[in-house]
């Protein structure tokens, strides 16, 4: 049974904005990644926290920043929205080298308008 | 050109069927990872391998380090397992691919 959980579930914004997602990760897990999954596609990863700093990055342009708390609950933001940012935005948590263990919320689904 | 590639991108199967879907990757990975996404959003993993073959229950994953590719097979397919199956990966630089995933229908 997944125990993150994230928040909002549904945003709408509309282009130039800025948006923060949060994520509280499954009890005991240190790391947390986020992902982007357009309609149609799959995820396509963001970045990864472990230990309050970036651990990993993918594609994503600066205006895509995180934060990872000392309670392993993490924040995605954008900045700067752009039509193309409307997406189901997930996260995942997992112990750090354990990727097998990885849990993913529900996601926050996004429309930028 | 996608760095993970899935066959086919939709599937339909009558219940009880033997199902195969096939992941493709072109560098090189610490792991592979196949997930279950059901409508609405939510993503279950189903196993992780960096080599060989793993079971669990009517699920079957099997990889092939050489050949670049991975295979998950359904015997006895049910309807409840109609979802979009997702392969994904972790290269060695510690960045996680996905494909775009395998629709699957199973009617009754």
């Known amino acids: 049974e997944t125990g993150v959980t994230q928040s909002p579930t549904h945003l709408i914004k509309t282009r130039g904005q800025q948006v923060t997602l949060r994520c509280s990760s499954q009890?005991?897990?240190?790391?947390v990644s986020w992902y982007q999954q357009a309609l149609g596609q799959g995820p396509q990863f963001i970045f990864q926290?472990?230990?309050?700093?970036?651990?990993g990055r993918g594609n994503f342009p600066p205006r895509f920043s995180g934060l990872q708390f000392p309670n392993y609950s993490s924040e995605l933001n954008v900045n700067a929205l752009e039509l193309d940012d409307s997406a189901l935005y997930l996260c995942?948590?997992?112990?750090?080298?354990?990727?097998?263990?990885?849990?993913f919320g529900p996601g926050t689904r996004l429309l930028v308008l | 050109k996608n760095e993970v590639e899935q066959s086919p991108q939709n599937l339909t199967a009558q219940e009880g069927e033997f199902i195969t879907i096939n992941c493709s990757y072109s560098?090189?990975?610490?792991?592979l990872h196949w997930l279950q996404q059901h409508p609405g959003g939510g993503i279950v993993s189903l196993f992780m391998?960096?080599?060989g073959k793993k079971k669990h229950g009517r699920l079957i994953a099997t990889i092939n380090i050489q050949e670049k590719h991975s295979s998950l097979h359904i015997t006895a397919s049910h309807p409840r397992d109609s979802a979009v199956y997702i392969c994904?990966?972790?290269?060695?630089?510690?960045?996680?691919?996905f494909g775009t995933g395998t629709s699957l229908t199973v009617i009754p």
């Open positions: 995942a948590s997992s112990f750090w080298g354990q990727w097998e263990t990885q849990y």
């Open positions: 009890s005991g897990h240190n790391t």
């Open positions: 926290y472990y230990r309050e700093e970036e651990n």
């Open positions: 560098v090189g990975i610490s792991a």
């Open positions: 391998l960096s080599s």
């Open positions: 994904a990966i972790k290269n060695t630089g510690n960045q996680f691919y």
